[in-house]
């Protein structure tokens, strides 16, 4: 049987959604939020139980945390790039905030909000870095006053997608507690945990390591966690078998002209050239924009120039 993995949610909240590995999920968080929202406790408010998503067997296994302070975490990785994945954050997002309150309750016991959101995909292209943090900001001075509002993503294909990478590449781009926690997730059948380099030689990975080495599934949980499986499986087979069929049909850059508005470089190259691809075979802009990350307004200027 292959080894499970952490990306699919399933098993990403078995490990981190129950109350033995609540170190794990701290360390988890710390990695991600700045110095004023580092957790030393937390509270978990949706543990792991296979009843609650039986109906369901593609639900959001998000995990609900709230600190000592009263901040409240919602941490979820998402297999698929599903549409209008930026208003499903901010509405989960307000959830989150919103279900503080109780009856009778002021609004001076609304304590801030932190959506983590950990992708499988691509969803700011325009953004180099895997990790980006949003917040509302004043329009012209770029201050912010409303403060209660925190949303994190984190790319994993922007830490690594080359499934020819090895563990030397992995260590070499290994700076932080959060790349750590991203080379776990994305490729942890590299990491041994009685020999990890020095860069990743850290306590929680290994119990992480150990954890998912021990992971059992019941009959039930496995065929869930096969279902959620097939998600990233499909995904990975698309872009793969796309991006070498452009490229083999030698589409260029060059045929973008006129609509490098904000698009960058690199990934953003790849991601234009498979695109004229599926254009060209007449596939949905959903279809297209879920498997580029281009946005359908970029899409449809790429569509007006062929």
Partial sequence: MEKISPRV???????????ENKDLLISLINSIVGTEDQVKDI????????????????????????????????IEIQISDEADYDKR?????????????????????LSKAIGIHILNFTSIPKAKNYHNVFHITEKENGFAYF???????????????????????????????????????????????????????????KKALHVLDVLNFSEEE??????????????????????????AEGISIGESRGIEKGIEEGENRKAIEIALNLLHQNLPLDVISSATGLSHAELAELKAKL
Avoid at 90 to 97: E, F, G, P, V
């Fill in 9 to 19: 949610d399933l098993a990403f909240k078995k490990i981190f959604g129950v109350e």
């Fill in 43 to 74: 509270t978990l408010l949706n543990p792991y139980n296979p009843k609650n998503f039986r109906q369901d067997k593609l639900s959001i296994l998000d995990v609900k945390a709230t600190n000592q302070d009263g901040k409240r975490f919602n």
């Fill in 89 to 109: 954050a901010l509405y989960y997002w307000a959830k989150l905030y919103t279900e503080q309150l109780k009856v009778a309750q002021d609004y001076s016991a």
């Fill in 147 to 205: 403060k209660d509002l925190e949303l994190h993503t984190i790319e994993l294909n922007k830490f690594t997608s080359d499934s020819s990478e090895e563990l030397a590449d992995i260590v070499a781009k290994t700076r932080t507690a959060l790349d750590i926690w991203v080379a776990f997730l994305t490729r942890h059948d590299l990491l041994k945990a009685d020999r990890l380099p020095k860069e990743l030689d850290d306590k929680n990975l």
């Fill in 222 to 247: 496995r065929e869930l966690y096969e279902d959620h499986l097939k998600w990233l499986r499909i995904e990975a087979n698309t872009l793969k078998k796309t991006a070498e069929k452009a490229l």
